[in-house]
């Protein structure tokens, strides 16, 4: 499929009252984070070649430069396509897409046909800008990986509030830290917003992709809640254990949604004791070559962001220090239980050192969520109170960054990127456990 079946396909349910030079120059805008002046300065005459290449009856066809498939590509905001084509399309015009795209990805559903056409449109544009013209087709077949994001990330934004701020850890790798907080209403988080978005990812979290799809060819999608908190039950942890759960929940979240690194494996599948108990994500770093990077997840909220931050470094250094059992779980567990065949080679041939290609480099890397309790005035009205929260969550990021540092040469663990998110509650060991006991049904 050309660049131009593609948008046609894409105008035909997206439109939302524009003409076609309107919806691709908006298309391409707001779905990509290169400067917006390199699409102002098309002409509309271009626009429209773009649009009409794959008509039959078209003169002077000009499909999509390579050049300029490229620098969509790199520049691609997964988040912001996902919203442009939820804010552009009624439930009946994903039903819709879902029918046009079948045949090129294979059977799909409102609640992940949107990640399914943007992993599709990236394979096309790939193609366009290596000049590689073949038409692409079934890549949800049984020779062709579906290695995409399982997270249902819609409203995102609405749930985790970031709190801008320029600092980053200044280590010589790829690196961020953010911090983000809960709706804040009367001077205190909002924790519904949160335990909705748990709800609705609960089952994505502790289920593989294999099992999801079983939900769905079984018709039985509905249920995937209700017997995911079953097996949570079935689990027989502790109070404290299951608390925890709901760190390592978001802490898959983030990595899925701001990073687009797909999980592997979360903590709650990793049941080999032998190593430590962690998530662990695959992240591609850049859409040109072949470097990649695993990264461990772990999650800490506790009511002192301090004490958060030396237990994460006790666990990191047991991780760092077992890579070899890793290697080994992935091998003889996840990668042949938890993927279809062909994901499965895919990630073997990244993963696995015996098995990786030669042009494939592959690092291994660190995201952690740390939650904490805020301590902040109150005797105040409530706008001040928002303007305050702001300042004090980066406040407490930037105090912390020197000593997170130090902890990263101290461990040796300073040839490694990190992703550090922050997000304070009024009562972390308080909140946690009543976000989880009404997850679960319990008393809280």
Known sequence: MTFSEFINKLYKHCRNGKNKYEFILNFLKETSDADPKIFDEIDETTYRKYFNECTS???????????????????????????FISDNSTNDGLKALCIEFEEFIGPSTIDNIIEKIMQFYREILFKTANNENKKITNVAGENKSNFNKTVRDSGFKNVFIEVQQEKDLGLIN?????????????????????????KKNIGRYLYSRLQ??????????????????SILKSKGYSTDQLDDELGNIVIYIFLEHILNAPKIYTSIECSDKA???????????????LTFQMIFSKAYINDDLHKSIDTAFQDLTLIANSTDKHYKFLETSILGEKFDNATSNELKSIILPQK????????????????????????????EYRKNLDKKMVDDLQNQIPYI???????????????????????????????MQNLIGGDS
């Open 57 to 83: 009856n078209s003169k002077n066809k000009r499909g999509l430069p390579p050049k300029l498939a490229s620098i969509i590509l790199s520049n691609l905001n997964n988040t912001a396509f996902q919203y």
């Open 174 to 198: 790829n690196n961020q830290i953010k911090t983000f907080h809960l709706l804040v209403e009367n001077k205190r988080f909002s924790l519904t917003g949160l335990s909705d978005f748990v």
């Open 212 to 229: 999801i799809d079983e939900f769905y060819s079984n018709q039985a999608e509905e249920t995937i809640f209700s017997e995911a908190i």
């Open 275 to 289: 190593i430590n108990k962690t998530g662990l994500h695959l992240f591609k770093l850049n859409s040109q070559n």
């Open 356 to 383: 990786r290609k030669n042009e494939i480099n592959v690092d291994k890397a660190y995201g952690v969520l740390l939650g904490y309790s805020i301590d902040l005035d109150k005797a105040i009205n409530n706008e």
């Open 405 to 435: 540092v130090n902890k990263i040469n101290e461990t040796g663990l300073q040839n490694s990127s990190f992703y550090i998110y922050l997000l304070p509650l009024d009562d972390a060991s308080k909140d946690k456990h009543t976000i």
